[in-house]
């Protein structure tokens, strides 16, 4: 190329560039398509010749250093159905006219490395790869409907506004990544629904002003560990990792951001779910309204994971589909509420819930005790008090006093089978009679056929007076009831003298029945506090 000085028109343009540039001083949009759907696709194998074909360099030249706009009009280079041949470098570079390209074509890698951009617009174009490592931007930065064949590259980017690759189809580059975009900040929404990643998704230390969405995203990793790598993300509303209702509506599909796309399915409507193929980590996550798992699918292998360790949210939203493979792990998490599925949680072995604290149960369908004590169990192989203490204190919390008790009974149980023989032994005693003292009705009948009992057997024997001139009347039914029950006196037990065998009978119902009693009594002070 002729070198030119900035803002003068080089001598070589092409028809093509010259229409492009003289677009560019009125703001119009330079259409170079063909109105064939089949022959203006950018993702064809179709040859798009000169005629429709611009130098790298030339767009270079009117973005960085381009004409003055035409009196009363604002320059900006809009392209449709436009090849752009050669590598477009603008690295380090101040672009200050607004640039929407839409179904355009590039032969090579898209260099934005440092640029300074208001906003940027490439609507369903066909790019090598987009390398924007520590892009800066005032405005947007739109990847709709793109296809990346070598990743695109947003390492400690700064997006204005909101970054939108909603329905962008993005191939791995050479180390594996579809989306590299470790220390990203999005100042507003980051839209990503229906995206299709095959390689990692790398979101390290990513900060997104208001929501993230990913709604009916397709990530997959055949060749790494994780698909989602997002350690130490923060989203200031919410995470969506949901489903999304396909039925598209009229609206222009070449517009920016894209019509059509819907929110989480109601019942009936056609949907797509969130799909992640390959491990997913949110560990130490900062989310500050919810994250939102309904209707995910997860395809992992063994050794993957769902990592949610300790992340921090006021809801987390677990109603995804029935996992087949992998764990999950939210040990160390801290949520408000919890909104789950009886069937979202993987079986023994494979949940880990260490630490994990939760202040509300919100179940989406039939989420029964039992089902929710076998949750528990799966998530410790070994047993921790810790886990079933939590729900206890939720349950109670919420007026279910009932089944908090089931919980600590259940609590009990399993920590049996840790203790040795003896300890078993005395623990099924226990748990027989008492049920370790959470089910104070069970202490209430022991008591009542104690009394019974020892009402029978006592009046068969005919003690001698301690004090002649002051005993009552023998009572067999008042004094075993005087033995059973512990602080009150009824005036039996201190005026007769028992011998040998009746004296450790005695003895026995003494014991029994301040165990008994303090059981009764504390479970009475239970619901006393609940009333």
Not at 224 to 239: D, K, M, S, Y
Not at 412 to 421: E, I, K, M, N
Request: glycine share 10%; with cysteine; aromatic share 6%.
């Amino acid at each position: 190329m002729t070198e030119a000085r900035a803002g003068e028109e080089p001598d070589d343009l092409t028809g093509a560039e010259r229409r492009m540039w003289q677009a560019f001083r009125t703001g119009s949009v330079c259409d170079l398509s063909t109105h064939s759907a089949a022959q203006d696709d950018p993702m064809s194998e179709r040859t798009w010749g000169p005629e429709r074909s611009v130098r790298a360099e030339i767009v270079a030249l009117l973005l960085l250093h381009g004409p003055p706009p035409v009196p009363g009009r604002v320059s900006s280079l809009k392209l449709r159905g436009v090849r752009v041949t050669g590598r477009l470098d603008l690295s380090g570079g101040t672009v200050e006219p607004y640039v929407e390209l839409q179904s355009c074509r590039f032969d090579s890698e898209v260099q934005l490395s440092e640029t300074r951009v208001g906003t940027l617009r490439m609507v369903r174009c066909a790019i090598p790869r987009l390398d924007a490592a520590r892009l800066h931007t005032e405005g947007d930065l739109h990847l709709p409907r793109c296809r990346v064949a070598r990743g695109v590259r947003l390492t400690d980017a700064q997006i204005g506004t909101d970054l939108l690759i909603s329905q962008a189809v993005i191939q791995r580059d050479s180390k594996g990544r579809a989306i590299a975009a470790d220390g990203m900040s999005v100042a507003q929404d980051f839209q990503g629904e229906l995206l299709q990643a095959y390689g990692e998704v790398s979101l390290r230390g990513a900060k997104i002003g208001v929501s993230m969405s990913l709604r009916g995203a397709r990530l997959s990793n055949p060749y790494g560990r994780r698909a989602l790598n997002a350690p130490q993300l923060t989203v200031e509303r919410t995470l969506y990792l949901t489903s999304i209702a396909v039925d598209h509506g009229t609206g222009d599909p070449m517009s920016t951001p894209p019509y059509g796309l819907g929110q989480t399915p109601t019942r009936g409507q056609r949907s797509r779910h969130f799909e992640c193929r390959g491990g997913l980590r949110l560990d130490d996550g900062r989310f500050g309204d919810a994250v939102d798992f309904y209707g995910a699918r997860f395809a992992l292998a063994e050794d993957q994971e769902v990592s949610l360790r300790r992340i921090q949210t006021p809801e987390f939203r677990f109603v995804g589909e029935p996992l087949e493979q992998g764990r999950v792990v939210v040990s160390g998490s801290k949520v408000v509420k919890l909104v789950d599925r009886s069937t979202s949680w993987p079986g023994p072995g494979r949940l880990a819930i260490e630490g994990f604290v939760y202040e509300n149960l919100a179940p989406r369908g039939h989420f029964p005790l039992v089902r929710r004590l076998a949750w528990l169990e799966a998530a410790t192989p070994e047993y921790s008090p810790e886990p079933y203490e939590r729900l206890a204190s939720v349950l109670r919390a919420g007026g279910e006093d009932a089944d908090a008790r089931e919980v600590l009974l259940a609590k009990q149980r399993r920590r049996r089978r840790t203790l040795p023989l003896a300890g078993k032994l005395w623990g099924y005693v226990q748990d027989w009679t008492v049920a370790y003292g959470y089910r104070p009705g069970r202490a209430a009948m022991w008591m009542a056929v104690l009394w019974a009992a020892g009402a029978v057997l006592l009046s068969t024997h005919d003690p001698r007076p301690i004090k002649p001139d002051e005993a009552p009347q023998w009572n067999a039914v008042l004094f075993a009831l005087d033995l059973l029950l512990p602080v009150i006196d009824l005036g039996q037990q201190d005026r007769w003298r028992l011998t040998g065998g009746w004296q450790w009978a005695a003895a026995a119902l003494v014991m029994l029945g301040w165990i008994l009693a303090t059981t009764v009594a504390a479970g009475a002070s239970r619901l006393l506090r609940r009333g």
